[in-house]
């Protein structure tokens, strides 16, 4: 006797490939058998019959309540979506992550932290964080990944010009030094950098996040003539990461389309969702429609699951644990449907891509557990 059956969806696990139609067993929190199952019992079955089944989506970067104050309620936002597992990209500092910890580890989403360097991380949204590495609080920083490593996966420096200002790339600089001592990468924001990018490119170490990838703001991963630049390529031939983060501002289609042209895709795709941007169209809304505007900008629906589920599954350290339907991977399952419907996708400077494909949940199953369901599914 299984937990919970799900019967004749279109299973497809990025980890290995399509699987095609396929039923799957849970029992314990745990998938225990992808394949055929005639016949077999359980306590609950779901029919998939028409409707996707994938690994549980993971939002390589949100902000979350009540980390920042421009934080969404995770579980609402993402459960809703497909997503189980989500990851804050520095809401919170060394000297707000333990106040705020014990809400986080309280729900049923599994969420994951980069820390900002700055101790307050962002605390408000009417003024920026200090960057100065003078005020870096070291041995605070070392001693959270001492105490909270596994929660805290990184470090989350923002680097653009309005938050840096006359420091240039010494923030970066310093939190790379810091990282390199605590052994954890850093992901950087690279919106509107003080510098040409390809002086923040040349900093990263293998393993180190550029977000807000397809930007424009004050430079870009573009270089004179349009194409991806050849430090952009050097950088992904290194191991640097590149995260798109969306947002309401940070996602250009002039970048975007020049570099999907060049087979410059992205590592990660994910939303920088905050209360400024949740469920408002036409830029972000939620993960699915984010995915929706890359599926329509031609990648395919594979390319796209890979980036939000087995991709960051191996950037977290959760290879086979998360983002995988395999047999003894944790029961994270989204059922999804692609409908065939106008949509409007749009970018930080307006431009509006009309199409017609959309991507909706229909349940979200999360260590084995149904925690949402569509009233029509």
Request: proline letters at 4%; a negative charge.
């Given at each position: 006797m299984f937990d919970l059956i799900i019967r004749n969806g279109t299973v497809?696990?990025?980890?290995?490939?399509?699987?095609?139609?396929?039923?799957?067993?849970?029992?314990?929190g745990r998938i225990v058998h992808v394949g055929s199952l005639h016949g077999a019992e359980a306590a609950d079955v779901i029919d998939a019959s028409g409707a996707l089944v994938t690994p549980g989506l993971v939002d390589f970067h949100l902000h979350a309540a009540p980390l920042a104050e421009i934080g969404v309620s995770a579980e609402t936002a993402c459960f809703t979506s497909g997503v189980t597992t989500a990851v804050d990209c520095g809401s919170a500092g060394c000297a707000t992550y333990m106040g705020h910890r014990g809400f986080l580890l309280s729900g049923k989403l599994t969420?994951?932290?980069?820390?900002?360097?700055?101790?307050?991380?962002?605390?408000?949204?009417?003024?920026?964080?200090?960057?100065?590495?003078?005020?870096?609080?070291?041995?605070?920083?070392?001693?959270?990944?001492?105490?909270?490593?596994?929660?805290?996966?990184?470090?989350?420096?923002?680097?653009?010009?309005?938050?840096?200002?006359?420091?240039?790339?010494?923030?970066?600089?310093?939190a790379i030094r810091?990282?390199?001592?605590?052994?954890?990468?850093?992901?950087?924001?690279?919106?509107?950098?003080p510098c040409p990018m390809e002086e923040i490119l040349r900093l990263l170490r293998p393993g180190d996040i550029l977000t807000h990838a397809y930007q424009d703001r004050?430079?870009?991963?573009?270089?004179?003539?349009?194409?991806?630049?050849?430090?952009?390529?050097?950088?992904?031939?290194?191991?640097?990461?590149?995260?798109?983060?969306?947002?309401?501002?940070?996602?250009?289609?002039?970048?975007?389309?020049?570099?999907?042209a060049d087979g410059f895709l992205p590592d990660t795709i994910s939303t920088d969702l905050t209360t400024r941007s949740l469920y408002k169209r036409p830029r972000v809304f939620n993960l699915l429609h984010v995915m929706a505007k890359y599926r329509?900008?031609?990648?395919?629906?594979?390319?796209?699951?890979?980036r939000c589920t087995s991709r960051p599954a191996e950037l977290l350290g959760m290879r086979g644990v998360i983002g995988s339907l395999s047999e003894g991977a944790r029961a994270d399952?989204?059922?999804?449907?692609?409908?065939?419907r106008p949509a409007e996708f749009g970018d930080c400077h307006g431009e509006i891509m009309t199409a017609n494909r959309i991507l909706k949940a229909l349940a979200t199953i999360k260590d084995g557990e149904l925690i949402y369901r569509d009233i029509e599914f």
């Open positions: 497809i696990d990025p980890a290995v490939g399509p699987l095609g139609k396929a039923d799957i067993a849970i029992r314990r969420v994951k932290c980069f820390l900002h360097v700055c101790s307050a991380g962002l605390v408000t949204g009417r003024y920026h964080e200090n960057p100065d590495p003078a005020c870096y609080d070291r041995e605070k920083i070392i001693r959270c990944f001492e105490d909270f490593r596994g929660e805290l996966v990184g470090l989350k420096i923002r680097q653009g010009a309005e938050i840096v200002g006359a420091l240039g790339l010494e923030p970066l600089k310093a810091l990282a390199e001592e605590i052994g954890v990468p850093v992901m950087v924001h690279g919106s509107n950098p004050g430079g870009s991963i573009l270089d004179e003539s349009g194409r991806v630049s050849s430090e952009a390529r050097l950088a992904r031939r290194r191991g640097v990461i590149f995260d798109v983060a969306n947002a309401n501002i940070h996602f250009s289609y002039q970048v975007a389309r020049a570099a999907i329509n900008m031609g990648l395919s629906l594979a390319d796209v699951l890979e399952i989204a059922i999804l449907k692609e409908i065939d």
